[in-house]
């Protein structure tokens, strides 16, 4: 296999879910932080409720996340942290990433 | 799949990456107050050592020292993560965890339970006026805690914590030449003020900082 074939296969091979700018700058949030809250994904994302939520119920629908619900005084918040099946996909998605960049130099 | 579209991830993962590793520098603030103790607890007894004050005095000043940083480690963290609606448990700071873990209770322990070895000890007793025992014991932990240091700084890529760590290893030669006795003002000047200061300028470069973040829509 020549290195433009091996660049086409790492290529396919990104994981869609995460490949998604939203998705990946979530995962990658939690990668580095343990438990995040909604309003502190929204803060460091500047995106909206709505889209956050969405991307959110995507993460968490491929088993990448997972949601844990706790009141804190009388205020419900929303935590989230990566399964390990995303830190896994996480971790993967950027060796696949960095394959494609030392291909990309290479040439 | 486009070249841009790989280009944007890696920017967005960089800009991604300075947000987090600005908004940690608030934990500087609980390395501060650890190196601050570190530093009142070691010069104190240091003084007590050099003016042969009996050493139970440097020994509850040290004590009270660790104990105001260990109880307020917990409190400082808590309202850290209320501010920044996260906490500081990533994949890096289990890394860290774990070195420290390795090094100074592993190291650590094998290297008390060396010391408090029967035939260790005899050797010692016999030949250690009193005054210097405490400082022996410390030299040690000048290398533990120095290697500690050495190794946080190679896995957070910082300069200064390695730099610390080579300190306060080269400060226990430098002890070892010319007097057990100033170990404690080895550990003072390095690890105390080391901890301290780095804690203090990533605690304020923190505070200074714009809190904006990544729009990725």
Redesign the interface.
């Known amino acids: 296999m020549n290195e433009l074939e091996k660049l086409a296969k790492t ?1 396919t091979n ?1 994981d869609k879910t995460l ?1 998604e ?2 998705r ?2 979530i995962s ?2 939690l ?7 909604f ?2 994904l929204r ?5 909206s409720e709505g ?1 956050l939520a969405t991307h959110l119920r995507k993460l968490e629908q491929a088993g990448y996340i997972e949601v844990e619900k706790r009141f804190v005084g009388r205020k419900p918040k929303t935590l989230y942290q990566l399964t390990e099946k995303g ?1 896994k996909a996480y971790r993967d998605y950027l060796t696949n ?1 960095r394959k ?2 030392i291909t ?1 130099d290479r040439e | ?1 486009a ?1 841009k579209e ?1 280009e ?3 920017e ?2 960089e800009k ?2 300075g ?2 590793r600005e908004e940690a520098r608030a934990y500087g603030i609980i390395d501060a107050v650890w190196g601050l103790a570190v530093f009142i607890g070691a010069i104190s007894f240091q003084v007590v050592e050099i003016l042969s004050i009996p050493w139970y005095y440097g020994f509850t000043i040290l004590i009270i020292s660790l104990l105001s940083a260990f109880i307020s480690t917990p409190l400082l963290k808590k309202r850290i993560e209320k501010s ?9 700071s289990e890394r860290i965890k774990m070195s420290w873990l390795a090094v100074a209770l592993i190291g650590g322990t094998s290297y008390m339970l060396v010391f408090w070895s029967p035939p260790v000890t005899k050797v010692i007793l016999n030949n250690l006026p009193s005054a210097e025992i405490s400082g022996f014991i410390l030299m040690g932990w000048l290398i533990i805690d120095g290697i500690g240091s050495m190794v946080q700084g190679i896995i957070s890529e910082s300069k200064v914590y390695t730099i610390i760590g080579v300190l306060m290893v080269g400060s226990a030669v430098i002890v070892a030449n010319i007097g057990f006795i100033y170990a404690w003002s080895a550990f003072a000047l390095t690890y105390g003020l080391g901890y301290l200061s780095i804690g203090l300028k990533d605690y304020t470069s923190f505070k200074r900082s714009v ?7």
Do not use: C, P, Q
């Open positions: 290529l990104l490949h700018k939203t990946l700058a990658t949030i990668f580095h932080r343990r438990k995040v809250d309003n502190t803060r460091l994302l500047e995106t889209n830190r990433l494609i960049i990309e | 799949m070249k790989i944007e991830r890696i967005l993962l991604l990456g947000i987090i920044l609606g996260y906490s500081k448990g990533g994949w890096l809190r904006a973040g990544v729009k990725v829509e």
